[in-house]
């Protein structure tokens, strides 16, 4: 069964990344969201996630996640992801390999009052 804070949190990865749809993170982050795991340089605010986001999306355009587990205990949500993309403009420093990657990535939030925090 699906809860309602999985189907937001979900929105993340399959709308926000997958779509496109930058500016649906004002509406799933809660204003004062903290990113713990911010790249150097980037404040690790509901602003800096959205840049990063989109700093992803034009180093990998086709980048695509899928959700591959989802475990959720009181306020918390973990989602396990696989993701994969075509290098194609530089990245954090890093230059354009015009290679496809794929790698896993483990997501741990915090949902208060239906927005991640």
């Known amino acids: ?5 999985q189907r ?3 929105r993340i990865p399959l709308e926000v990344f997958n779509n496109n749809k930058f500016e649906l993170i004002d509406e799933l982050l809660s204003t004062d969201y903290v990113e713990h795991t ?3 340089s980037v404040a690790p605010t509901r602003e800096g996630f959205k840049a990063t986001a989109m700093a992803m999306k034009t180093a990998f355009p086709d980048l695509r996640y899928t959700i591959e587990d989802v475990i959720e ?3 918390k949500i973990v989602q ?5 993309g075509t290098m194609k403009a530089d990245f954090m420093g ?3 390999t015009n290679k496809h990657a794929t790698w896993n990535e483990i997501h741990i ?3 208060v009052n239906g927005r991640l925090a």
């Open 38 to 40: 911010a790249p150097p």
């Open 109 to 111: 939030g915090r949902v």
């Open 8 to 10: 937001m949190v979900e």
């Open 94 to 96: 890093m230059r354009a």
């Open 1 to 5: 069964m699906t809860t309602v804070t």
């Open 73 to 75: 205990s009181g306020d």
């Open 80 to 84: 396990r992801v696989t993701v994969s």
